[in-house]
């Protein structure tokens, strides 16, 4: 898990410089798996690795965004970054805002990653994965990003 987390900074970087990611065998069967529940789903997505997909999303606050999905560790990923670490300045109300909206989330985290950038995500067992799961999952970051976006907008230094 921890692995995993310490990748998903690395992810915007591999993706910006069109490199590929380590795959351990384990993940593999993973990705395969996760590669087949997408194209059941219907989402139109890119895919970026053997273990990264992206499918590009819209929102009524955030506008255009890139929705992530990473393998590794038995684990999908999926997140949304809304807020690059130059946007957001440290104040204990926009810290407070973050933790209230962290509680009143289902199925996410809002979080300042390890670059710093503000962030949505959830991780799922692939193991417990079906298309209707999937597309739950998809939704419901997409869905929080966009909410969540709003929410921290007015403390962000910069709107996009």
């Not at 590929?20 to 087949?36: G, M, N, W």
């Not at 590009?56 to 670490?85: K, M, P, S, W």
């Amino acid at each position: 898990m921890n692995r995993l987390v310490r990748c998903l900074s690395s992810v915007a970087v591999v993706l910006s410089l069109g490199l590929a990611l380590p795959v351990r065998a384990d993940d593999t069967s993973d990705a395969a798996r996760v590669d087949k529940l997408l194209k059941q789903s219907g989402y139109a997505f890119t895919k970026k690795g053997d273990t990264v997909w992206v499918i590009q999303q819209h929102g009524d606050n955030l506008g255009d965004f890139r929705e992530i999905l990473a393998v590794g560790d038995g684990l999908l990923v999926i997140f949304v970054t809304i807020a690059r670490d130059a946007d957001i300045p440290r104040t204990a109300e926009l810290e407070y805002k973050m933790l209230q909206l962290n509680h009143e989330m289902d199925r996410i985290k809002v979080e300042i990653d390890d670059d710093g950038d503000a962030a949505v995500r959830s991780d799922v067992t692939v193991r417990t994965l079906d298309t209707a799961e999937i597309k739950e999952q998809v939704h419901q970051v997409a869905a929080s990003a966009d909410e969540v976006y709003s929410a921290m907008k007015p403390y962000l230094a910069v709107q996009q």
